[in-house]
Protein backbone atom coordinates (compact mmCIF):
# COMPACT_ATOMS: atom_id res chain seq x y z
CA UNK A 1 0.00 0.00 0.00
CA UNK A 2 3.00 2.20 0.28
CA UNK A 3 3.86 2.12 -3.49
CA UNK A 4 3.79 5.02 -5.95
CA UNK A 5 3.63 3.13 -9.31
CA UNK A 6 4.84 5.52 -12.26
CA UNK A 7 5.44 5.77 -16.15
CA UNK A 8 6.62 5.63 -18.42
CA UNK A 9 10.28 4.15 -17.40
CA UNK A 10 11.40 7.11 -20.35
CA UNK A 11 10.15 9.69 -22.63
CA UNK A 12 11.64 11.30 -25.36
CA UNK A 13 9.99 14.43 -26.56
CA UNK A 14 10.43 16.89 -29.42
CA UNK A 15 11.36 20.90 -28.12
CA UNK A 16 8.54 22.87 -27.89
CA UNK A 17 6.12 19.83 -27.02
CA UNK A 18 4.37 18.65 -24.10
CA UNK A 19 5.90 15.71 -21.79
CA UNK A 20 3.03 14.31 -19.47
CA UNK A 21 4.33 11.90 -16.74
CA UNK A 22 1.61 9.61 -14.87
CA UNK A 23 1.81 8.48 -11.17
CA UNK A 24 -0.50 6.40 -9.30
CA UNK A 25 -1.25 5.43 -5.38
CA UNK A 26 -3.00 2.81 -3.04
CA UNK A 27 -2.69 4.29 0.20
CA UNK A 28 -5.70 6.33 0.74
CA UNK A 29 -3.65 8.16 3.57
CA UNK A 30 -1.37 9.96 1.40
CA UNK A 31 -2.22 14.24 1.29
CA UNK A 32 0.73 15.51 -0.07
CA UNK A 33 1.90 14.25 -3.55
CA UNK A 34 5.36 16.47 -4.88
CA UNK A 35 7.08 16.05 -7.83
CA UNK A 36 10.99 15.90 -8.23
CA UNK A 37 13.46 17.02 -10.93
CA UNK A 38 17.15 15.15 -10.81
CA UNK A 39 19.60 15.92 -13.09
CA UNK A 40 22.79 13.31 -12.53
CA UNK A 41 24.69 13.64 -10.15
CA UNK A 42 22.67 16.00 -8.00
CA UNK A 43 20.14 15.42 -5.26
CA UNK A 44 16.36 16.07 -6.18
CA UNK A 45 14.48 19.24 -6.38
CA UNK A 46 11.39 20.32 -5.70
CA UNK A 47 9.30 21.27 -8.40
CA UNK A 48 5.63 21.68 -7.51
CA UNK A 49 3.77 20.20 -4.83
CA UNK A 50 -0.11 19.33 -4.46
CA UNK A 51 -2.63 18.29 -1.77
CA UNK A 52 -5.71 16.48 -2.76
CA UNK A 53 -8.29 19.07 -2.74
CA UNK A 54 -7.69 20.46 -5.66
CA UNK A 55 -7.45 19.04 -8.94
CA UNK A 56 -5.12 20.82 -10.56
CA UNK A 57 -2.08 22.93 -9.91
CA UNK A 58 0.08 25.31 -12.14
CA UNK A 59 3.73 26.80 -11.73
CA UNK A 60 5.00 27.96 -14.70
CA UNK A 61 5.32 25.31 -17.57
CA UNK A 62 4.61 22.62 -14.90
CA UNK A 63 1.00 21.75 -14.10
CA UNK A 64 0.09 18.82 -11.95
CA UNK A 65 -3.15 17.23 -12.67
CA UNK A 66 -4.68 15.18 -9.73
CA UNK A 67 -7.63 12.91 -9.85
CA UNK A 68 -8.71 11.97 -6.60
CA UNK A 69 -11.40 8.90 -7.20
CA UNK A 70 -8.94 7.47 -9.50
CA UNK A 71 -5.89 7.90 -7.09
CA UNK A 72 -3.60 9.36 -9.93
CA UNK A 73 -1.81 12.25 -10.90
CA UNK A 74 0.54 14.07 -13.03
CA UNK A 75 2.99 15.90 -14.24
CA UNK A 76 2.37 17.85 -17.83
CA UNK A 77 5.95 20.01 -19.01
CA UNK A 78 4.40 22.75 -21.88
CA UNK A 79 6.75 24.03 -23.93
CA UNK A 80 9.35 21.36 -22.77
CA UNK A 81 12.74 22.25 -23.72
CA UNK A 82 16.74 20.47 -23.90
CA UNK A 83 17.20 22.10 -20.28
CA UNK A 84 14.16 19.91 -19.24
CA UNK A 85 16.20 16.78 -19.90
CA UNK A 86 16.44 15.36 -16.78
CA UNK A 87 14.98 12.02 -14.23
CA UNK A 88 11.10 13.01 -12.57
CA UNK A 89 9.55 11.53 -9.73
CA UNK A 90 6.31 11.42 -8.13
CA UNK A 91 6.38 10.81 -4.80
CA UNK A 92 3.97 11.11 -2.42
CA UNK A 93 3.38 11.30 1.68
CA UNK A 94 0.55 11.12 4.23
CA UNK A 95 -0.48 10.60 8.12
CA UNK A 96 2.81 8.06 8.27
CA UNK A 97 5.65 8.17 10.99
CA UNK A 98 7.60 11.27 10.42
CA UNK A 99 5.59 11.76 6.77
CA UNK A 100 8.55 10.25 4.79
CA UNK A 101 8.39 10.51 1.09
CA UNK A 102 7.40 7.70 -1.10
CA UNK A 103 8.86 7.62 -4.39
CA UNK A 104 7.66 6.60 -7.76
CA UNK A 105 10.38 4.74 -10.17
CA UNK A 106 11.73 7.92 -11.93
CA UNK A 107 10.77 9.03 -15.70
CA UNK A 108 14.16 9.73 -17.84
CA UNK A 109 13.01 12.47 -19.65
CA UNK A 110 15.01 13.67 -23.17
CA UNK A 111 13.97 16.74 -24.77
CA UNK A 112 15.40 16.66 -28.84
CA UNK A 113 16.66 20.04 -29.86
CA UNK B 1 13.63 27.62 -1.25
CA UNK B 2 15.57 26.36 1.86
CA UNK B 3 19.38 25.19 1.52
CA UNK B 4 20.71 21.26 2.54
CA UNK B 5 24.20 21.41 2.09
CA UNK B 6 26.10 18.20 1.99
CA UNK B 7 28.95 17.13 1.98
CA UNK B 8 31.66 15.67 0.79
CA UNK B 9 30.05 15.96 -2.72
CA UNK B 10 32.11 12.28 -3.80
CA UNK B 11 34.55 10.30 -2.04
CA UNK B 12 36.81 7.38 -2.59
CA UNK B 13 37.90 5.19 0.06
CA UNK B 14 39.77 1.37 0.62
CA UNK B 15 37.51 -1.13 1.20
CA UNK B 16 37.54 -1.67 5.16
CA UNK B 17 37.97 1.96 5.82
CA UNK B 18 35.03 4.20 7.07
CA UNK B 19 33.42 7.52 5.42
CA UNK B 20 31.18 9.98 7.05
CA UNK B 21 29.24 12.40 5.24
CA UNK B 22 27.19 15.65 6.71
CA UNK B 23 23.91 16.81 5.88
CA UNK B 24 23.55 20.54 7.33
CA UNK B 25 20.14 22.77 6.68
CA UNK B 26 21.51 25.87 6.24
CA UNK B 27 18.82 28.50 6.92
CA UNK B 28 16.54 26.64 8.98
CA UNK B 29 15.71 23.83 11.85
CA UNK B 30 15.22 20.13 11.10
CA UNK B 31 14.29 17.92 14.25
CA UNK B 32 14.14 14.96 11.37
CA UNK B 33 16.09 14.06 8.19
CA UNK B 34 16.11 11.74 6.11
CA UNK B 35 18.94 9.62 4.59
CA UNK B 36 18.18 8.08 1.06
CA UNK B 37 20.42 5.68 -1.28
CA UNK B 38 20.49 5.80 -5.05
CA UNK B 39 21.64 3.21 -7.30
CA UNK B 40 22.39 4.15 -11.22
CA UNK B 41 18.88 4.81 -12.90
CA UNK B 42 17.16 3.93 -10.20
CA UNK B 43 14.63 5.70 -7.29
CA UNK B 44 15.51 6.79 -3.85
CA UNK B 45 15.18 4.41 -1.19
CA UNK B 46 15.04 5.62 2.30
CA UNK B 47 17.79 4.15 4.70
CA UNK B 48 16.42 5.77 7.84
CA UNK B 49 15.57 8.50 9.47
CA UNK B 50 17.86 10.52 11.79
CA UNK B 51 15.87 12.19 14.74
CA UNK B 52 17.65 15.35 16.64
CA UNK B 53 18.77 14.19 20.17
CA UNK B 54 17.32 10.61 19.96
CA UNK B 55 18.05 7.15 17.80
CA UNK B 56 17.88 7.10 14.33
CA UNK B 57 14.93 4.58 12.78
CA UNK B 58 16.01 2.38 10.47
CA UNK B 59 14.33 0.73 7.24
CA UNK B 60 13.89 -2.49 7.36
CA UNK B 61 17.30 -4.15 5.78
CA UNK B 62 19.64 -1.42 6.43
CA UNK B 63 22.29 -2.79 9.00
CA UNK B 64 22.20 0.39 12.03
CA UNK B 65 25.87 -1.16 13.26
CA UNK B 66 26.92 -0.32 9.40
CA UNK B 67 25.50 2.80 8.97
CA UNK B 68 25.35 5.09 11.68
CA UNK B 69 23.57 8.31 11.58
CA UNK B 70 24.07 10.92 14.58
CA UNK B 71 21.88 14.23 14.73
CA UNK B 72 23.19 16.21 17.26
CA UNK B 73 21.83 19.53 16.41
CA UNK B 74 18.69 21.29 14.83
CA UNK B 75 20.95 21.65 11.64
CA UNK B 76 23.29 19.09 11.53
CA UNK B 77 22.92 15.23 10.47
CA UNK B 78 25.91 12.76 10.02
CA UNK B 79 26.01 9.24 8.29
CA UNK B 80 28.91 7.30 8.80
CA UNK B 81 29.97 3.88 6.44
CA UNK B 82 31.37 1.62 8.35
CA UNK B 83 33.97 -0.71 7.55
CA UNK B 84 32.75 -0.26 3.49
CA UNK B 85 33.05 -2.21 0.99
CA UNK B 86 32.53 -2.12 -2.78
CA UNK B 87 28.52 -3.08 -2.42
CA UNK B 88 28.27 0.20 -0.35
CA UNK B 89 29.63 2.35 -3.49
CA UNK B 90 26.43 4.30 -3.94
CA UNK B 91 25.13 7.84 -4.29
CA UNK B 92 23.53 8.73 -0.82
CA UNK B 93 21.63 11.80 -0.43
CA UNK B 94 19.98 13.50 2.73
CA UNK B 95 17.19 15.98 3.24
CA UNK B 96 14.99 17.98 5.34
CA UNK B 97 12.35 20.12 6.10
CA UNK B 98 11.67 23.55 8.14
CA UNK B 99 10.44 21.89 11.20
CA UNK B 100 9.68 25.48 12.52
CA UNK B 101 7.00 26.16 10.27
CA UNK B 102 5.61 22.59 9.47
CA UNK B 103 5.71 23.22 5.87
CA UNK B 104 5.13 20.29 4.04
CA UNK B 105 8.73 20.86 1.47
CA UNK B 106 10.94 18.42 1.53
CA UNK B 107 14.41 20.05 0.77
CA UNK B 108 17.03 17.16 -0.59
CA UNK B 109 21.18 17.81 -0.55
CA UNK B 110 23.28 17.66 -3.28
CA UNK B 111 24.43 13.84 -3.18
CA UNK B 112 27.64 12.07 -2.21
CA UNK B 113 29.43 9.66 -4.64
CA UNK B 114 30.80 6.94 -2.66
CA UNK B 115 33.30 4.50 -4.65
CA UNK B 116 34.77 2.19 -2.24
CA UNK B 117 37.39 0.36 -3.98
Known amino acids: QQQVKQSPQSLIVQKGGISIINCAYE??????FPWYQQFPGKGPALLIA?????SEKKEGRFTISFNKSAKQFSLHIMDSQPGDSATYFCAANGRVSARQLTFGSGTQLTVLP | GAVVSQHPSWVICKSGTSVKIECRSLDFQATTMFWYRQFPKQSLMLMATSNEGSKATYEQGVEKDKFLINHASLTLSTLTVTSAHPEDSSFYIC?????????????FGSGTQLSVL
Open chain 1, 27 to 32: NTAFDY
Open chain 2, 95 to 107: SARDSRTGDEKLF
Open chain 1, 50 to 54: IRPDV
